[in-house]
């Protein structure tokens, strides 16, 4: 999903999109480059920023594009990629995370690795990125369609788990959806905002190809092609959260996916959010453990 070589609507905004080197996150940065955007990479591995930066400025011409060295299951990493952004933020997209992991993997600071990395991680990223942010600055979560099944308990956030690796991912991606619509609440008032998105049933064989992104065989993709009319390519996936990043119609609170059956692909929707991840109990006491967790004070 490509657009028009003139849409540069974006000029004089900067966005930090953290895991940009692949996926959901580097068609995000590609599609905010085509538009004008400054995009800044947040990625853990310097040789894949790299070449996805090489990417993004060979299909977009004029595009502005830098490196923010950032692991987010290390929060001495978390805390020195917020120390070094030295421009206004006007967007940061949450996107980087791990979607299967081992029961005793671990982050560099002992935490659960799908907890620490993909809603500890973020959570510290934000609290110290506040002085970065502009008055209007808006964050944007990448969730799942499989926080629907997933329980948040914030006195056991960080608890071995048990189950399904994709039923911890859930998790994962509920308590970084919670956080994020309870700093909206907590920015209520101001000019800034929080909401989520997310990008459907993506694939890599419906995905135009880029030298930075996975290589994916002709024949892959031949016999991938009638899937079109139930899922997406990454491309098209990335654009429910592009949309909740930039569209005027998007607003603090929002949850936006695709449009079509089950939001497995299709245009960009506001969509259901569960009742959980959108409580307000819920959410304050998510916040307090995660700053105890992270070991970060988030004054909002």
């Not at 993909?118 to 944007?140: C, E, I, K, M």
């Amino acid at each position: 999903m490509t657009p028009t070589p003139h849409a540069r609507d974006l000029v004089d905004r900067t966005v930090l999109v953290t895991g940009a080197n692949a996926g959901i996150g580097y068609w995000c940065a590609e599609l905010l480059a085509a538009r004008g955007a400054r995009v800044i990479l947040g990625c853990r591995s310097a040789e894949r920023a790299a070449r996805a930066e090489r990417s993004i400025r060979e299909q977009v011409e004029g595009a502005d594009v830098g490196i923010l060295s950032l692991d987010l299951g290390s929060l001495a990493s978390t805390a020195a990629a917020a120390a070094r952004v030295d421009e206004p933020l006007h967007g940061v997209i949450c996107n980087a995370g791990v979607k299967a992991a081992d029961r005793g993997e671990r982050t560099a600071d002992g935490h659960d690795l799908m907890i620490g990395t993909n809603a500890l991680g973020h959570f510290a990223l934000l609290a110290q990125l506040l002085p970065s942010l502009t008055p209007d600055a808006r964050v944007v979560a990448v969730g799942s369609i499989a926080h629907r099944f997933a329980r948040i308990a914030p006195e056991t956030l960080d608890d071995p788990w048990t189950g399904a690796s994709l039923r911890q991912y859930g998790r994962s991606k509920a308590a970084l959806m919670a956080l994020t619509f309870e700093l909206d609440r907590r920015w209520r008032g101001t000019a800034r905002s929080a909401l989520c998105a997310h990008p459907g049933y993506a694939v890599d064989p419906l995905t135009p190809a880029r030298d930075s992104l996975a290589p994916v065989r002709p024949l892959t993709r031949l016999l991938a092609a009638p899937t079109r009319v139930m899922v997406q390519g990454k491309d098209a996936g990335a654009a429910p959260i592009v949309h909740a990043s930039t569209s005027p119609d998007a607003t603090g609170g929002d949850y936006w996916g695709p449009g079509g059956p089950l939001e497995f692909r299709g245009a960009p929707r506001r969509v259901r959010a569960s009742d959980e991840v959108r409580s307000r109990s819920t959410g304050a006491a998510l916040w307090a453990a995660a700053e105890r967790l992270a070991g970060v004070r988030f004054a909002v």
